[in-house]
């Protein structure tokens, strides 16, 4: 959910400056990246990747 909750926060971000296009990607990839660090987290991984 995660992903979900970046990718509607870059899309509102986006429609107030004018670039939606470029807010929902920056949101999804933002969404991704933690998503990915929680979940390594979780598992206890040192790497973090």
Known sequence: M???GCLLVGVGVGMLLDHTGA???IGL?????????L???????????
């Not at 990839?29 to 660090?37: D, K």
């Open 2 to 4: 995660i992903i979900v």
């Open 23 to 25: 807010g929902t990607l």
């Open 29 to 37: 990839g933002l969404g991704f990246v933690l998503e990915n660090a």
């Open 39 to 49: 979940q390594s987290r979780k598992r206890g991984d040192d790497t973090g990747g």
